[in-house]
């Protein structure tokens, strides 16, 4: 038994750990999860290389020089000659919020014309400096951004033209109008109720109605077995495992728009596991427990309902990762129940994983980790603070902008309903996900360990169909793509317009959809991701016609449809999905 004095030291080291933990997380409530540590360091970082080299400083005072004649001569000539003349700087191609007739007018044109050069000039501040971490120099511009983005002349009354007119023509009315919906959704926020609109479009109701039954029920899964569409199906039933950030019925939305509803009437048995809301009972759920009580449990439950078949797997996001996963251990294992595998926006590279990458440091998951620590899981709101931020022109400061400028409000989407519906995570399960994956890349890398021995993507067999999507904030293509350098059997890569959501969500006769898609073999050479984006062939339409003519070529003779007996739990959507 220890004696009195190490008890002391103990008890003194679990207290300052404690002390130190709840700090955290009241600072993090009001950072939105952003360690001042990660953010100092980085600043720092980028503030002495910036005064330790006065050469880069020569070139931002000449740059400025330059920038301030320029605009001084697009000022007065617009002045003088009205809107004739051509612009000092462009806005970049997803940059939106001047693209209106108004902002061509003096003196709004030189307003914005103004900001985009000082936003340019930070840019060429915050980037090029020698010694600067790749990580800090992407915070430091990242953040700078964000700064210069909130004080954008479209975000405010007497600096938008558009917010002007439209004050003008209604008399006001648009200012009390937007009054009036700054305080409903501070109301709805208080009270922890859904954004204006959501109303509209119920579980199980309006979205999420395909027909089916939940035939399993674990403390961490409902699974889901979709009813049949056609008087036979293909033998292999298909298992879609979606990401646990967010409710399962992305991919059942509104009828028009459900992939489960397209799979079933191609004549395929679906399965879809639904992920449980955690609370503060499941802090300690493991990413082991995700895979084991997940996907395995889900494969063990189909093999009793349809004994002998082999499954197509189908991964999204975050399920895609765990599936990639699953499949290497399967295939370590030597566990053949898998007759494809699909990664819809998946990541199984975390290199390049875009601009989430710069919340992903030790502060910065140190930090994070501790906010998780107190409570039990990541809130929804606090996920959402990141998202959010990675396009604050669109998610934040446009709506901000349309909502209690304009006094309008943009009509709910099934799409935009679901992405108000999200879910939390565990602690210790976010915590894996964040160290083993995104900091130290373990998958990619062959340190992943499963049932304590490390698994390696090389060792799966079975072809393999990736998705990526052009504007993709969350698992970029360019990093999706990698796949084909981490498995070493036949990958066929596809990527589609749109976004992380938009994309996957691709129903046939949707417009301004295309794609490019390519099949590679096995021991064929590597191609480069931008060798292959200039070379693969692009289609018009719909993705999710060549997706299915896939697996069904993978597939064996039709049958009859499983028979589910008595095996139901209740009628889908089941009762997770409904939990907040």
Same mark, same amino acid.
């Given at each position: 038994m220890p004696a009195p004095d190490r008890r002391d030291a103990y008890a003194i080291t679990a207290l300052g750990d404690i002390i130190d933990r709840s700090q955290h997380a009241a600072i993090a409530r009001m950072t939105m999860g952003l360690s001042p540590a990660a953010l100092l360091e980085a600043y720092m970082d980028w503030a002495i290389h910036l005064a330790s080299q006065p050469g880069k400083r020569l070139q931002l005072f000449e740059k400025a020089v330059r920038k301030s004649t320029r605009l001084m001569q697009y000022a007065t000539g617009?002045?003088? +000659? $009205? &809107? @004739?003349?051509?612009?000092?700087?462009?806005?970049?191609?997803?940059?939106?919020?001047?693209? $209106?007739?108004?902002?061509?007018?003096? =003196?709004?044109?030189?307003?914005? @014309?103004?900001?985009?050069?000082?936003?340019?000039?930070?840019?060429?501040?915050?980037? #090029?400096?020698? #010694?600067?971490?790749?990580?800090?120099?992407?915070m430091v511009e990242f953040m700078s951004r964000q700064a210069l983005d909130m004080v954008s002349p479209s975000n405010f009354l007497f600096t938008n033209p558009e917010v002007m007119r439209k004050t003008v023509e209604t008399g006001g009315r648009n200012l009390i109008a937007g009054l009036q919906n700054m305080v409903e959704d501070w109301e709805r926020k208080q009270s922890g109720g859904k954004p204006v609109g959501t109303e509209n479009f119920v579980v199980g109701r309006d979205v999420a109605v395909t027909p089916g039954k939940v035939v399993y029920r674990n403390r961490l899964i409902e699974l889901i077995q979709y009813a049949p569409a056609t008087a036979q199906v293909r033998p292999e039933p298909v298992l879609i495992v979606p990401a646990w950030i967010?409710?399962?019925?992305?991919?059942?939305?509104?009828?028009?728009?459900?992939?489960v509803k397209y799979l079933t009437e191609q004549g395929f048995t679906v399965?879809?596991?639904?992920?449980?809301?955690?609370?503060?009972?499941? +802090?300690?759920?493991?990413?082991?427990?995700? +895979?084991?009580? #997940?996907?395995?449990?889900?494969?063990?439950?189909? #093999?009793?309902?349809?004994?002998?078949?082999?499954?197509?797997?189908? $991964?999204?996001?975050?399920?895609?990762?765990?599936?990639?996963?699953? *499949? &290497? *251990?399967?295939?370590?294992?030597?566990?053949?129940?898998?007759q494809t595998l699909t990664l819809l926006a998946a990541q199984t590279d975390f290199t390049e994983a875009g601009e989430l990458m710069l919340f992903i440091s030790e502060s910065q998951l140190a930090f994070l980790e501790d906010m998780m620590w107190e409570q039990g899981f990541l809130d929804t709101t606090q996920m959402a603070g990141a998202f959010q931020m990675l396009r604050s022109n669109d998610l934040v400061w446009s709506y901000l902008t349309r909502s209690y400028l304009m006094g309008e409000r943009e009509p709910m989407t099934d799409m935009m309903a679901w992405n108000a519906d999200a879910t939390r995570m565990p602690y210790r399960m976010h915590s894996d996900y964040l160290r083993k994956l995104f900091l130290n890349n373990d998958l990619a890398e062959g340190r992943y360990v499963v049932g304590d021995r490390p698994v390696s993507l090389t060792d799966i067999r079975v072809p393999v169909f990736a998705v990526g999507t052009q504007r993709d904030h969350v698992a970029p293509w360019r990093s999706t793509y990698k796949i084909h350098r981490l498995t070493e059997t036949e990958v066929t890569y596809l990527l589609t317009t749109g976004g992380h959501n938009a994309g996957?969500?691709?129903? =046939?006769?949707?417009?301004?959809?295309?794609?490019?898609?390519?099949?590679?073999?096995?021991? *064929?050479?590597?191609?480069?991701a931008e060798t292959w984006a200039a070379t693969a062939p692009r289609k018009d339409g719909s993705w999710w016609p060549e997706w299915s003519a896939w697996l &069904? *070529? +993978?597939? $064996? &003779?039709?049958? =009859?449809?499983?028979?589910?007996?008595?095996?139901?739990?209740?009628?889908?959507?089941?009762?997770?999905v409904l939990e907040r």
């Open positions: 617009r002045a003088l +000659r $009205g &809107a @004739q003349g051509g612009q000092c700087i462009t806005p970049l191609p997803q940059d939106y919020r001047f693209k $209106g007739d108004d902002w061509q007018k003096w =003196p709004f044109n030189v307003m914005y @014309q103004s900001f985009l050069l000082n936003q340019q000039w930070w840019h060429n501040a915050t980037t #090029g400096l020698r #010694g600067v971490s790749k990580q800090h120099e992407a967010m409710k399962y019925y992305i991919l059942d939305l509104s009828p028009h728009n459900s992939m399965y879809m596991v639904s992920w449980k809301n955690p609370d503060e009972n499941d +802090r300690d759920l493991a990413m082991e427990d995700y +895979r084991q009580l #997940g996907i395995m449990a889900a494969l063990d439950r189909i #093999g009793e309902i349809e004994p002998g078949r082999k499954v197509h797997a189908v $991964g999204y996001c975050l399920g895609g990762t765990l599936m990639s996963i699953a *499949a &290497a *251990a399967m295939a370590r294992d030597h566990d053949d129940r898998f996957i969500v691709s129903e =046939p006769n949707h417009r301004r959809r295309s794609y490019q898609v390519t099949e590679t073999v096995a021991d *064929a050479t590597h191609v480069d &069904a *070529a +993978r597939s $064996g &003779a039709w049958v =009859p449809p499983p028979v589910s007996g008595n095996r139901a739990l209740d009628e889908a959507p089941g009762r997770y």
